[in-house]
C-alpha cells in the first residue's frame, strides 16, 4: 500500500459527459502529480500541484482541469469526454523536491 | 522540452541472465533519474534511483549507471528471475517525462 488513495477505481460514461477523479495525498506530502497511461502505453504527465499551487503542467487538454485543495486532496476534472480519452489515471504524490514518486492504484475510465 | 527515449521496448532474457534497458534525456538540468517497476495491472513502484553527482549506484541485483555527459542512464539486472518480469520505465525532469517502458520478459 503506497498511501495514495484514488476514487473510484473504475469508472464507465458516455462521450460529452464529464467525471471527476480523486486522489488523496500519502500523508506528510506536498506535491500531487497526475498521469495518464492508455492501453500498453507509457506514463503521460499532466500536471503536477504542490501545497496547493499548480507547479508543471504537460500535455494535458484544454477540456481537462485539475487542482489541488487545502487539505492537499486533488481532483482532476475531464470533460467533454471522447472514446481517446479512456484510459488508466494515475496520482502520485511526494514530498516535494525531486524524489521517489508514491503511486495510487489508478482510476480507470471506460468511455463509451 | 524534455525528450526521454526508451530502449529497448521489449526484452526477452533467459533465468540467471542479466538485462540492461537504456535512457536518454536531453535536459541537462535533469538531475534526478528514477526507475519504476509496473507489473501487470498494478501501480508503478519505484525500484532504484540516482542523483547527478554519483555516477552509480547499487541495491542487491539492482544498479543503475549514469553518464551526464553523454545524457544517458541505464539500469541493470543480474541474475534475472521470473518475477523480474514486468514494464520498466525510466524518468527525467523531476519525474515529469517518462520513457516509453521496457517489457522485460524473464524466461524459465
Do not use: M
Not at chain 1, 471522447?82 to 496520482?91: H, K, Q
Not at chain 2, 521496448?9 to 536531453?26: H, M, N, P, R, W
Not at chain 2, 554519483?54 to 518475477?83: C, M, Y
Amino acid at each position: 500500500d503506497s498511501g495514495v488513495t484514488q476514487t473510484p477505481k473504475h469508472l464507465i460514461t458516455a462521450t460529452g459527459q464529464r467525471v471527476t477523479l480523486r486522489c488523496s495525498p500519502r500523508s506528510g506530502d506536498l506535491s500531487v502529480y497526475w498521469y495518464q497511461q492508455s492501453l500498453d502505453q507509457g506514463l503521460q504527465f499532466l500536471i503536477q500541484y504542490y501545497n496547493g499551487e499548480e507547479r508543471a503542467k504537460g500535455n494535458i487538454l484544454e477540456r481537462f482541469s485539475a487542482q489541488q485543495f487545502p487539505d492537499l486532496h486533488s481532483e482532476l476534472n475531464l470533460s467533454s469526454l471522447e472514446l481517446g480519452d479512456s484510459a488508466l489515471y494515475f496520482c502520485a504524490s511526494s514530498e516535494g523536491g525531486p524524489g521517489e514518486l508514491f503511486f495510487g492504484e489508478g482510476s480507470r475510465l471506460t468511455v463509451l | 522540452g524534455e525528450n526521454v527515449e526508451q530502449h529497448p521496448s521489449t526484452l526477452s532474457v533467459q533465468e540467471g541472465d542479466s538485462a540492461v534497458i537504456k535512457c536518454t534525456y536531453s535536459d541537462s538540468a535533469s538531475n534526478y533519474f528514477p526507475w519504476y517497476k509496473q507489473e501487470l495491472g498494478k501501480r508503478p513502484q519505484l525500484i532504484i534511483d540516482i542523483r547527478s553527482n554519483v555516477g552509480e549506484k547499487k541495491d542487491q541485483r539492482i544498479a543503475v549507471t549514469l553518464n551526464k555527459t553523454a545524457k544517458h542512464f541505464s539500469l541493470h539486472i543480474t541474475e534475472t528471475q521470473p518475477e523480474d518480469s514486468a514494464v520498466y520505465f525510466c524518468a527525467a525532469k523531476d519525474n515529469l517525462f517518462f520513457g516509453t517502458g521496457t517489457r522485460l520478459t524473464v524466461i524459465p
